[in-house]
């Protein structure tokens, strides 16, 4: 700690106290910060060798990649600069597959959130929304893989809900049709992912005060004047994750779509069901052909260009300023 010194005034007037001088880096306070600068390194330099090493090395091979034609491992590279980009725009099957991502992104977010804000209102207020909330967790630990096989036996033309159509006199509907199909996924893939969004937003609107809905009780608000007004304004910073967590996870969807097109019949994926994931791995596999990596890194590429941008609109759009209780 510093002292303070006592400077002789004049005759007849109390002494004043005069701070005294900061401490040399030589004493010991003058050598807390040098010495956490020293051990700030230290520590982060693992983690960033780390970082380094599996995922910004990794990543920028991938590049390196997309600027090649290769086959894989054990054949030569033949460089081809932004030709496999160039090739993309003009191949039907990329475009499809990432217009489907796209529609997924917008539309099956757009229903994730809307089914999570109306839980919120629905278990705010209901006994045993503990368990309720579990049950809707329930589809999120399930495999995606499990998820999409058993939605595509139940939708299977001779499937178990064709089966009760028929049964009640009605005509069995083609859910594995090109124009249902892809519908279908998004309403699998809603289903299974809601309930992680219902449990984030619960866990916030729970740390909401309740002294606030009595008041706003009190001059008769309505369930959605106080959603409105109290809950979205006090859980809209966990939303604003959510929604970043939302565009990252639905852009790379993959295992759905692979185990709900392909259940019981085999072969690939319908053009009108691929994402951009789907597509790639396509490109890797070329259904036992010479397999492109070239291209497939350059939809890898394209679609983390895609996801930066995406990520970068979500936030814009859902930054407010922080409102916090007093």
Not at 89 to 96: D, I, P, S, V
Not at 120 to 143: E, H, T
Not at 271 to 294: E, I, K, M, W
Request: hydrophobic residues 50%; proline residues 7%; positive net charge.
């Amino acid at each position: 700690m510093g002292t303070t010194t006592v400077a002789p005034g004049p005759v007849g007037e109390a002494e004043s106290p005069v701070p005294a001088a900061p401490a040399p880096y030589g004493t010991k306070r003058g050598k807390l910060r040098p010495a956490r600068e020293r051990a700030f390194w230290p520590f982060l330099l693992p983690a960033l060798l780390g970082y380094s090493v599996l995922f910004v090395l990794p990543a920028l091979y991938g590049f390196w990649v997309s600027l090649n034609r290769w086959a894989g491992p054990g054949s030569a590279m033949e460089w081809k600069g932004f030709g496999n980009y160039a090739a993309l725009l003009e191949n039907e099957a990329f475009r499809t597959s990432f217009v489907n991502t796209f529609v997924l992104a917008l539309g099956g977010g757009l229903a994730v959130f809307a089914f999570t804000f109306l839980s919120m209102v629905v278990l705010r207020q209901a006994k045993g929304r503990g368990f309720i909330r579990s049950v809707v967790f329930l589809p999120m630990i399930i495999s995606l893989i499990a998820v999409g096989a058993a939605i595509g036996f139940l939708l299977n033309p001779d499937g178990a809900v064709n089966t009760v159509f028929d049964r009640l006199g009605l005509d069995p509907q083609p859910w594995l049709g090109p124009d249902m199909v892809f519908r279908c996924v998004i309403g699998g893939l809603v289903w299974s992912s809601t309930g992680f969004y219902v449990a984030l937003m619960m866990s916030a609107a729970d740390s909401i005060p309740p002294h606030l809905y009595e008041d706003a009780k009190l001059v008769g608000a309505t369930r959605w004047e106080q959603f409105r007004h109290i809950t979205l304004p006090l859980t809209w910073d966990v939303f604003a994750v959510c929604a970043v967590l939302w565009v990252v996870n639905s852009l790379k969807v993959f295992e759905i779509v692979i185990a709900f097109t392909t259940a019981g019949t085999p072969g690939s994926p319908p053009l009108q069901a691929r994402t951009v994931a789907v597509q790639q791995f396509l490109s890797v596999t070329n259904n036992g052909g010479a397999p492109d990596l070239g291209s497939a890194a350059a939809m890898g590429v394209f679609v983390l260009v895609v996801t930066v941008v995406l990520v970068w609109l979500t936030r814009r759009i859902t930054r407010r300023e922080r409102v916090e209780l007093s």
